[in-house]
């Protein structure tokens, strides 16, 4: 039994087989119409959501499967207080696999280490999103014919933007990947990003503050929303709310066939008129949703292997305390503190912020 928590758990090679799988499941679908069928998916969001939720829930009755689930922590026992350890056990009685959000880093491993059946990643707090990630390069690979030797911006709320963080971590397994981050300096990538990925791997990255002075040497624009649910000060977010905001005028400055990318929703970091240009991927990209997600259902339920999450925490106990109020150690006051040591920092298995 397999589940997905971070993009790094496929293969590259699993990801090529996904991708066709999914533009095969494009050209096909009929194919596919009883591929799960008898299956049930939980599709259990503790944080709002509609097209990851919906696409999730579209591909499982694609494959000819069912869906139960909620879609707000207020409907779920979560409210009585549930921990998501016994939440997962309990689902595994009623499901073949799980689709989990939560506005915590970390929830999902919590739920993959629990659960008997493969525990999908649907979003944790400001972490990672590696099914949006599924999405991305997906539509990367069919609007550009390859995921190697391409110079990839990301623009906009770097910090909370859990899809670029994932996101990352895949193209860091590509060559010839040039990446240049253009974000306010309060909205910059995490530290673990850097040294985890950026550094570790030894990408070539830039970055800048200047969308307009970036934009002409771009294959890809990822265009990313300030993430104001994560912010703990609002006149912080009031004053970087409108940071960027991609408008035909400034789209002159960029390559013909650049690609423009968004995983949606928008606010206003792209203008409307923008989605009239033959550049704009990003409703594309949302419908690309369904179809890889179906991949990937149809890939960890057909997956016998030995559960892998578990093996991902280390047997040791921490002495050391997660303090990132985003983590899911933070508000489950009983789940075993664990890290992970890297060059001499220690970093949370569930958040991966330093623990000192
Ligand atoms: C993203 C998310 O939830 O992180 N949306 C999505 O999955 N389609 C991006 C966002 O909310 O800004």
Redesign the pocket.
């Known amino acids: 039994m397999r589940s997905l928590i971070d993009i790094l758990d496929l293969s590259v090679e699993e990801l090529y087989e996904m991708i066709d799988t999914a533009n095969d499941m494009i050209e096909n679908p009929a194919k596919y119409a009883e591929a799960c069928k008898g299956k049930k998916l939980a599709t259990l969001f503790f944080e709002p ?1 509609t ?2 939720r919906l696409s999730f829930e579209a591909a499982m009755l694609d494959l000819g499967g069912s869906v139960l689930g909620f879609s707000e922590a207020g409907s779920s026992s979560a409210s009585k207080g549930e921990s998501v350890a016994d939440t997962a056990k309990i689902v595994s009685g009623y499901a073949d696999i799980i689709a989990m959000r939560h506005p915590k880093a970390g929830a999902p491993l919590v739920a993959a280490n629990n659960a008997s059946i493969p525990v999908i990643n649907a ?1 944790d707090g400001g972490h990672f ?1 590696p099914t ?1 990630t599924l999405t991305d390069l997906l539509t990367i690979s069919r609007e550009k014919g390859r995921l190697h030797d391409l110079t990839v911006g990301f623009c906009g709320d770097l910090k909370y ?3 670029v963080h994932s996101l990352i971590a895949a193209l860091s397994r590509y060559t010839g990947i040039k990446i240049v981050l253009i974000s306010p300096a309060e909205l910059a990538i995490p530290d673990y990003v850097k040294e985890d990925v950026l550094d570790k791997e030894h990408m070539a990255y830039t970055e800048t503050v200047d969308l307009e002075a970036a934009l002409p040497e771009l294959d890809i624009l990822y265009m ?2 300030i ?1 104001r649910e994560r912010f703990a000060d609002m006149d912080e977010y009031e004053r970087l709310k409108d940071s960027y905001v991609l408008n035909v005028e400034k789209l002159e400055k960029a390559k013909s066939d650049m690609a423009i990318l968004h ?3 928008r606010v206003n970091e792209i203008s409307v008129a923008v989605d009239n240009d033959p550049r704009a991927c990003y409703f594309k990209q949302a419908r690309n949703g369904k179809f890889i997600r179906m991949a990937l259902i149809l890939k960890l339920l057909s997956d016998d292997s030995l559960n892998t999450a578990v093996s991902q925490l280390p047997s040791e106990v921490s002495h050391l305390r997660c303090h990132n109020p985003g983590c899911i150690t933070s508000c489950e006051q009983e789940l075993a503190h664990c890290y992970r040591s890297m060059d001499g920092v220690n970093r949370c298995v569930y958040c991966d912020s330093e623990v000192k």
């Open positions: 959501s097209r990851t979003g999103h949006q933007g859990r899809t990313t929303r993430q995983p949606l929703p």
